[in-house]
C-alpha cells in the first residue's frame, strides 16, 4: 500500500502519484475481480464491460 501526500493526492508503493478518487476506484474495481492490477498500476486482466443504453424517462413534448 501506498501513502497519502496530501488532500486528494495518493503515491503508490512504487512511487506513482495519483488522484485519491481514481485510487478508490481502482480498489473497488480490484476488489470486485473486475480488472487485476500489477504494481505499476496497469491493467493485467482487461475484459469488456457491457454497459445498457439510457432509456428514456419521459417522451418530448413539441
Known amino acids: 500500500s501506498g501513502k497519502r501526500i496530501t488532500r486528494g493526492l495518493y ?3 512504487a512511487g506513482t502519484c495519483i488522484h485519491a478518487d481514481i485510487n478508490g476506484a481502482l480498489n473497488t474495481l480490484q476488489k ?3 480488472v487485476e492490477l ?3 498500476l496497469k491493467v493485467k486482466t482487461p ?3 457491457e454497459v445498457q ?3 428514456a424517462v419521459a417522451s418530448r413534448i413539441a
Open 47 to 49: 475484459i469488456l464491460l
Open 38 to 40: 500489477d504494481d505499476n
Open 11 to 13: 503515491q503508490s508503493k
Open 53 to 55: 443504453k439510457r432509456k
Open 32 to 34: 470486485s475481480r473486475v
